[in-house]
Each structure stands twice: as C-alpha cells, then as structure tokens.
C-alpha cells in the first residue's frame, strides 16, 4: 500500500509475495499449494488493485469485480500475471533434483 501511494503501481507485486511466502520454507513439489496459492495471490492483486484504485463512478469491491474488463489491457495482464507468479514461486523444488544442476529435463 505504502508503494501505491508513493505512485508505485505493480498489481503482480502482492501476488508475488504470496507465492514467495508459500514456497520459500518448503522442499517438496505440491502442485496443489500451488494452485492455493495462485488463486490466493490472483484474489489479493485485484483486491490491492481496487484498494488503491477504485473505479470513480462507484467505489464498491462488487462494482469493481464485476467491471474487470474496464481496466486497461495491461493491467490486466499485471494481474493475471501476479496469480501466475503466486503459483510459481510456491510450488517448490523437485525433491530429485541436485542443487546447482539447473532445471530437470526428464518429466
């Protein structure tokens, strides 16, 4: 919030920090804290987006939900990919993998 006020605007920032918080104590792979998180961060980058930047006409959390598809292209796609961020930084390391040795190629 403090970012948003100095005219720091970044809506995949809180979703980023979720998915840094749900994947930075853990060493297994879970897809579904993943997809936890992920949801989780989508949901509080459009929250952060509304509490910084209402739409003028109403200022309600509904109004603002339900009008999505006003904002701009681009900060559109800043939420989107704040919830893309949540997932990936919490899903975790490949419990196979050495590290150091860079991504896995086998699936």
């Not at 840094?20 to 936890?36: K, T, Y």
């Not at 200022?59 to 704040?82: C, D, E, I, K, R």
Request: glycine letters at 18%; charged letters at 10%; proline letters at 7%.
């Amino acid at each position: 919030m403090w970012l948003g006020h100095q005219g720091f605007v970044a809506p995949l920032l809180p979703g980023g920090m979720v998915g840094l918080g749900g994947g930075m104590l853990v060493r297994d792979r879970s897809p579904l804290r993943a997809a936890v998180c992920g949801v989780l961060a989508l949901g509080l980058s459009i929250f952060s987006e509304w509490s910084l930047l209402p739409f003028i006409r109403d200022g309600s959390f509904g109004y603002f939900v339900t009008h999505l598809h006003l904002l701009s292209p681009l900060t559109l796609l800043m939420l989107v990919a704040g919830g893309g961020l949540g997932f990936w930084l919490s899903l975790g390391r490949d419990p196979g993998a050495k590290a150091g040795a860079g991504p896995s190629l086998t699936p």
